[in-house]
C-alpha cells in the first residue's frame, strides 16, 4: 500500500492510545464465570423449587450477592413467567435503569428488548420485554389503572428494607392482586420480596411466610473511627482521601458516602485538582460520582474498569449503599450522613434535610469495603457519636408527606386508614393529607374522604397532586400552554449550567431571562426561547443552559399534553399576561406561601418557619417582594426558600378562600 502523504498531528494519535491501553482486570473472568460465583447462584433451583409451591417467597441477603440481577434471570425460564411480564422494582431510578442495562448486557440483548425498564416519564420496555425493571413509583401508578396487575406472572418488591412509602404500599396492593387473582380463577401472581439481612422478622410476620437466607461471602471490613469530631466532614473525608491514596496499594478502590450532588461535585473536583499537583509517582486516580440526578450515560461510567497504576475513587450517595454494588471497592469513607426528605406534621411542610445516618446505615456502609477482599472504612465521626445514631431508618411511611399516596389509594377505593401497612402511618399525618386533598378538591371533606371527579383527574397525571392541580385548573386561567411548560421544567433537574471559572459569563448569560417576579416565569422564559431556537445545542451552550435537561423537560411536556388531551382538558395560552400563570400557582401551591417580616426575612404560612431566600434564586439579593409562593425549603442550619416567585396577597383570598388573612403574619417579629 501507498504510505498516506497526510501529515499526521499528535492529536489525530490519542485515539490510538486506546490500543495498548492496559486495564486493571477486577477478575480474569468472562461475565458468565463472574455470574456462577455470586452466592444467589447456588441456590437458584431451591428458588425456582420453593416457588413452585409457593406464592409467596421473602428472600434476604447480604448487598451484592447477585439478587437483583440474577434471580429475574433465575425466573424467566420458570414455567410461571410463561403467564406475563416479570416485573422488578427499585425504590430509585437510577437503580432501574442502571441495572436494566447490566442484565440486559448479561442476557447479551440491549435494553428495551426481552429486558427494559420504565421510570417516571421514561419507558424503554417493548412488546418483547419479558424483565421489567421499574420504580416502586411507576408500579403504584400502574395499579390505577388496573387493580389486578393482570400483565404480570411474577413481581419482585426489591431493596424492601429501604422501607419507601412506596414499597410498603406495594406489598399491600400485590398481596391483594394475588389473592382476587385466585379467586377470579384468573392466572396466579407470584410475589418476592428481596431486602438485604435487616428487619426480617417484621416482614415475615406481616407476610406470613418463613424467610430464606442467601449464604453471604464477605471478609473483614477494619472499621476506624476519628478520634474527635469533625465539624468539617468534607475536609476529613478529603484528608482521609489522600491518606489512603498515599499509603494503601494502588489497586485498592475507594468508595465515598455523601449526602447529595453538591457535595459530590465539590470533592470530585478538589481530589482531581489535588491529585495533579501531588500525583504519587506514575500513579493516578479516576474519580466516579454517583448520584439519581446524574446524567444517565454517567451513572454507569463507575463500573467501568479504570487502567492500570490507577486508583478509582466513586462519590456516591446513599444509593450505593445498597441498590448498587459497585465490584473492586477495598476502602469506604463514610460522612455519617444523607439528606432525606421529611415532613412535619406539626408544620406541615416537606423539608430537605442533612441528617444522620442509622446504625444500620453506618454498618451497611463499611460492609461494602468487604465484597471481594478485606477491607477498611474510615468513618469521619467518633465512636461516641455513633451512640445517639438510631438502630434503623425510621420507615418512610412514619415522616414522609402522605398526600399523593392517600389519593392514589383513593383512587384505588382505598381508604388509607384502613389499609393494612407494615406500619401505620401518623394519624396527624393522615389527617394532614385529608385536609391538603380537600383544599386541593381532590375529596368532599376531610371527615368524609370521598374522592371527587377532580379527584380522579389529579391521580392521572405522575406528579404530585399539588401539581397536578395546576395543569387542571390551568384552562380556566387561560394559561394550559404556560402551565404545561412549566411544570414540565419543574420536574426536570436543574436546567443552568454553573461552571466554578466561568461563573461571571454564565451569570451574564442568565440573567437575559430574568423575569423580575421570579424563579417561575424565568424558567418558563427559558423554556419558550429554548422551544423557538432551531440551532438548540450552540444556543444552549452559549447560554450556559443544559440541553440534556430542557430536552428531558420537552418529553415530559409532551407526555404531560397526552394526559391532559385523553383527560378532555382545553388548550389556551395567556401570550405575554403572566399573572395568569402566577394566579394559577395559587391553586395547587398555597401551602407554600411565605411573607415577607420586618426584618427582611420570610415567614412560611404553613408551619410559620423563618427562612431566606436561598442565594440560587433569581430574587436573592434584588428587591424583596411581599408575598412569594416557594418551591422547596431546605434546611442546612439555614432555613432557606428554593424556587421563589412574587405573587399578590390580595390574590390569595381570591383564589383560596379557605387560606385566611394573610395580613395578621405581618405583625410577627
Ligand atoms: P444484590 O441485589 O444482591 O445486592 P446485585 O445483583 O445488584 O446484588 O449485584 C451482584 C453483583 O453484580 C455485584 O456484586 C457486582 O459485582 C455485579 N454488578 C452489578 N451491576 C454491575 C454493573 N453494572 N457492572 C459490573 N458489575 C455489576
Ligand atoms: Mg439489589
Redesign the pocket.
Known amino acids: 500500500t501507498v504510505p498516506s502523504k497526510r501529515k499526521i498531528k499528535l492529536n489525530d494519535l490519542t485515539d490510538q492510545k486506546c490500543l495498548y491501553l492496559q486495564t486493571k482486570q477486577l477478575s480474569g473472568c468472562s461475565i458468565e464465570e ?1 455470574r456462577k460465583k ?1 452466592p ?1 447462584f447456588n441456590c437458584r433451583d431451591r428458588i425456582l423449587k420453593e416457588l413452585e409451591t409457593n406464592d409467596t417467597l421473602l428472600i434476604m ?10 434471580i429475574p434471570q433465575f425466573l424467566l425460564y420458570s414455567a410461571h413467567a410463561r403467564n406475563g411480564v416479570i416485573a422488578v422494582t427499585q425504590p430509585r431510578r437510577v437503580a432501574a435503569i ?2 436494566a ?2 442484565v440486559a ?1 448479561e442476557l447479551s440483548t440491549t435494553v428495551g428488548d426481552i429486558v427494559g425498564y420504565t421510570v417516571r416519564f421514561e419507558d424503554m420496555t417493548s412488546h418483547k420485554t419479558r424483565i421489567r425493571f421499574l420504580t416502586d413509583g411507576v408500579l403504584l401508578r400502574e395499579a390505577i389503572c388496573d387493580r389486578l396487575l393482570r400483565k404480570y406472572s411474577i413481581i419482585m418488591l ?1 431493596e424492601a428494607h429501604e422501607r419507601t412509602v412506596n414499597t410498603d404500599v406495594l406489598l399491600g396492593i400485590v398481596k391483594e392482586a394475588q389473592h382476587k387473582r385466585c379467586i377470579q380463577k384468573l392466572p396466579g401472581l407470584k410475589l418476592i420480596i ?1 431486602s ?1 439481612t435487616m428487619d426480617i422478622d417484621h416482614f415475615g410476620k406481616y407476610l406470613n411466610v418463613r424467610g430464606m437466607y ?1 449464604e453471604g461471602r464477605t471478609h473483614s471490613v477494619r472499621v476506624l473511627n476519628t478520634k474527635e469530631h469533625q465539624a468539617d466532614y468534607m475536609h476529613a473525608v478529603l484528608v482521609t482521601v489522600f491518606e489512603v491514596h498515599r499509603t494503601t496499594p494502588i489497586n485498592h478502590d475507594i468508595l465515598i458516602f455523601l449526602t447529595g450532588k453538591e457535595e459530590i461535585e465539590v470533592l470530585a473536583q478538589q481530589i482531581r485538582q489535588l491529585a495533579k499537583i501531588n500525583s504519587v509517582g506514575s500513579s493516578d486516580v479516576r474519580v466516579f460520582t454517583l448520584y439519581s440526578q446524574l446524567a444517565q450515560g454517567k451513572q ?1 461510567e463507575c ?1 467501568l474498569p479504570v487502567p492500570l497504576n490507577t486508583r478509582k475513587i466513586v462519590i456516591a450517595t446513599n444509593i450505593a449503599e ?6 473492586g471497592i477495598r476502602c469506604v469513607i463514610d460522612c455519617g450522613f444523607v439528606k432525606e426528605k421529611s415532613y412535619s406534621p406539626t408544620s406541615g411542610l416537606d423539608i430537605l434535610q442533612t441528617v444522620r445516618i442509622s446504625k444500620a446505615q453506618a454498618w451497611q456502609r463499611s460492609g461494602r469495603a468487604g ?1 471481594d477482599a478485606p477491607g477498611t472504612c474510615y468513618r469521619t465521626y467518633t465512636k461516641e457519636e455513633m451512640l445517639s445514631f438510631e438502630n434503623s431508618a425510621e420507615p418512610e411511611i412514619l415522616r414522609a408527606n402522605l398526600t399523593s399516596t392517600t389519593l392514589q389509594l383513593l383512587a384505588l377505593g382505598i381508604n388509607i386508614q384502613d389499609f393494612n401497612l407494615l406500619d401505620s402511618p401518623n394519624v396527624k399525618c393522615i389527617s394532614n393529607a385529608y385536609t391538603t386533598l380537600e383544599n386541593l378538591g381532590a375529596i368532599k371533606s376531610a371527615k368524609l374522604p370521598n374522592i371527587t371527579s377532580l379527584g380522579r383527574l389529579m391521580s392521572q397525571f405522575p406528579l404530585d397532586p399539588k401539581y397536578s392541580k395546576l395543569l387542571l385548573s390551568a384552562p380556566t386561567f387561560g394559561c394550559m400552554e404556560e402551565m404545561l411548560s412549566l411544570v414540565a421544567v419543574l420536574s426536570t433537574e436543574n436546567i443552568y449550567v454553573n461552571p466554578p471559572d466561568k461563573m461571571e459569563l454564565a451569570t451574564l448569560a442568565h440573567a437575559k431571562f430574568k423575569s423580575k417576579y421570579g424563579d417561575h416565569l424565568t424558567l418558563l422564559n427559558i423554556y419558550k426561547c429554548f422551544e423557538k431556537t432551531e440551532k438548540t445545542k450552540l444556543w444552549c451552550h452559549d447560554n450556559f443552559l443544559n440541553i440534556r435537561n430542557l430536552i428531558y423537560a420537552r418529553n415530559v411536556r409532551c407526555q404531560l399534553l397526552e394526559i391532559s388531551t385523553k383527560l378532555g382538558l382545553s388548550f389556551n395560552s395567556c401570550g405575554e399576561n403572566l399573572d395568569s400563570v402566577r394566579k394559577c400557582l395559587i391553586t395547587g401551591l398555597f401551602g407554600n406561601i411565605a411573607v415577607l417580616q420586618k426584618d427582611g426575612e420570610y415567614l412560611t404560612i404553613t408551619g410559620r418557619h423563618r427562612a431566606k431566600i436561598h442565594p440560587s434564586s433569581v430574587l436573592h439579593g434584588s428587591y424583596k417582594p411581599k408575598c412569594v409562593i416557594f418551591a422547596e425549603m431546605v434546611l442546612t442550619g439555614r432555613n432557606f426558600l428554593r424556587q421563589v416567585v412574587e405573587i399578590n396577597s390580595e390574590w390569595v383570598e381570591d383564589v383560596v378562600p379557605f387560606i385566611k388573612d394573610l395580613s395578621y403574619i405581618n405583625i410577627e417579629k
Request: net charge positive; charged share 25%; no cysteine.
Open positions: 463472574e455470586l444467589v441477603g447480604e448487598t451484592g450477592s447477585g439478587k437483583t440481577t440474577q442502571t441495572i442495562k447490566r448486557q426489591d428481596t438485604a442467601l454507569l463500573f445498597t441498590s448498587i454494588t459497585i465490584p465484597r
